[in-house]
């Protein structure tokens, strides 16, 4: 984590489970390979980029299998965008 932080290392590849404790201020980049049940997770997962008026990029992979829950996901962010 020391290594990222720093810069040495460039890519941080991590589960959910272990992003939820992971607190980087500059994080330019989110990539979702699946798509949470619970819309409010992914607005927390891609909340990640972007603080504090810095730019960030979330870029999510969807399948068929996963096209209610990027309705869902559309629909929260169209409610509060």
């Known amino acids: 984590m ?3 932080k720093s810069g040495r290392v460039k ?3 991590a589960t959910d489970i272990a ?3 992971i607190d980087i201020d500059e994080l330019s980049h989110v ?3 699946d ?4 819309p409010e997770t992914y607005i927390h997962r891609i909340g990640r980029t972007g603080r504090a008026g810095l730019n960030g ?3 999510a992979f969807c399948d068929g299998e ?9 629909r929260l962010i169209s409610q509060i965008g």
């Open 57 to 59: 990029t979330a870029i």
């Open 35 to 38: 798509l949470p049940n619970v």
């Open 11 to 13: 890519v941080l590849v």
């Open 66 to 74: 996963e096209w209610k829950e990027l309705c869902d996901i559309e």
């Open 2 to 4: 020391n290594d990222f």
């Open 31 to 33: 990539f979702n390979y």
């Open 19 to 21: 992003a939820r404790g």
